[in-house]
C-alpha cells in the first residue's frame, strides 16, 4: 500500500511516518509507547491520532484486538481509515513484527481494524481493586 498523502506530510524516522500519537525524545519516536495525554487532545480535536490532520465526515478507524472489537472500547486514538490501514500494513507494533509491546501490556494476536461512525471518550471500570481507565467508546459499526 502506498503511504497515505496526509502521512506523507509527517517527519519520518528510518522510513516510516512519526504518529502524532507516540512519544518522541531527543528527536527518536519510540513508536511502542503511546502518548496517551496527546491522543485524547487530538480526539477532542477530531484530528487523526496518526496524521494529526482533521477527520471529516463520519468515518472513523479504531486499531484493536479482538477484545476491543467485540466491545467496541479502544485505548488508541480514531484514525483516517487509509492511515490506519498503512499503519496496519508497515507499523512494527501493529503489524506484529515484534513481540514487545512495553507500555501496553500484551498485544493481542490479531489486530482488527473497524470503521464506525461516531465515538466519545469515556472511562471504563475493571479489575480489583476497581481501577479506572480512560477509552474510547466507538458508536455504530459501519464496516
Ligand atoms: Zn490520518
Known sequence: MEEPYLLTLRPHYKGLPIPMAVLVKDGKPDFAVVDF????????????AL?????????????GGPVSKANHLYQDGPMHPDCAS?????????????????????RPDEMHITIYDSYEDTYITHGYPPSRERVFRAGDEIE
Do not use: H, S, W
Open 86 to 106: 498503512y499503519a496496519a500494513e508497515v507499523c512494527p507494533f501493529i503489524a506484529g513484527r515484534k513481540d514487545d509491546y512495553r507500555d501496553g501490556g500484551d
Open 37 to 48: 495525554a496527546a491522543v485524547f487532545d487530538l480526539a477532542g480535536q477530531k484530528r487523526c
Open 51 to 63: 496524521c494529526g490532520t482533521r477527520m471529516r465526515g463520519n468515518r472513523y478507524a479504531f486499531i
